[in-house]
């Protein structure tokens, strides 16, 4: 018998129109790439990201940003989707899920079928130039970067970044606008594995309940966004979405 929680979950999926999901970190934790604000194995727990994950320290020591993240790249890029992944894949099959907005750069969610992505914070499948904004395939960035070279711009010589967002930059602002569209537009968000802590996405859920929607955390840690949800799931995310999922 499933928990309580988990089918008033199910329900509240099966009897709304427009469903988003907005996914953070720990849908990604079980496929073995770290988190960032975990209290105990969060990676920022281990490195100030002001210096090795802001815009201002990749202008400034761009060989300390890639000597930090390379490792974290690999894990990134080793990494397959988990049941979360493809649990989320099967409730947009079935019609129950409408898009999903993510703050993975990872994209183990369309790895796992999902066709209705949006990325946040960007992603790693390429890196732009930031003098003159020619952009390349990452598969030519990493083989540099693994030497422990800076990659830099085959036109230019400009500074090759990852598309991935940093501390200090704006989010990509079409992907932006589209995820605050469908928070304004759902009956119901479901926040998974997410701190809700890094704005704008963090303020996503709360834009959706002013407009009257109903909100499910799915999530290990308290968030913000608790005292406004109609549900919340205290869980390993690669084990409750299937079982959610199996209700549908």
Request: with cysteine.
């Amino acid at each position: 018998m499933a928990d309580p929680a988990i089918r008033r979950v199910a329900h509240l999926i099966r009897s709304s129109g427009h469903v988003v999901a907005l996914t953070g970190a720990g849908v990604s934790t079980p496929s073995g790439i770290p988190d960032f604000r975990s209290p105990s194995s969060g990676l920022w727990t281990k490195v100030d990201p002001m210096v090795v994950a802001s815009i201002w320290g990749f202008h400034s020591s761009p060989e300390v940003f890639y000597r930090w993240f390379m490792p974290v790249a690999r894990q990134i890029r080793a990494a397959k989707p988990n049941p979360a992944h493809y649990a989320l894949a099967q409730m947009e099959r079935l019609g129950h899920l409408h898009t999903l907005l993510t703050q993975n750069i990872d994209a183990l969610h369309q790895q796992a079928g999902s066709r209705q992505v949006v990325e946040l914070h960007g992603h790693l499948r390429s890196a732009t130039c930031l003098e003159c904004r020619f952009s390349v395939a990452t598969e030519e960035v990493w083989p540099i970067a693994e030497r422990g070279q800076v990659p830099r711009c085959p036109r230019c010589g400009g500074l090759l970044k990852p598309d991935v967002t940093l501390f200090g930059e704006p989010l990509d602002y079409e992907s932006l606008r589209v995820a605050q569209e469908e928070a304004l537009r759902c009956d119901l968000m479901l926040a998974i594995g997410s701190s809700l802590e890094v704005e704008p996405a963090a303020d996503l859920p709360f834009l959706a309940r002013r407009r009257g929607a109903a909100i499910v955390l799915i999530n290990r840690q308290p968030t913000e966004a608790d005292a406004i949800a109609e549900v919340v799931v205290r869980g390993d995310v690669a084990s409750v979405l299937p079982q959610i999922v199996s209700l549908l």
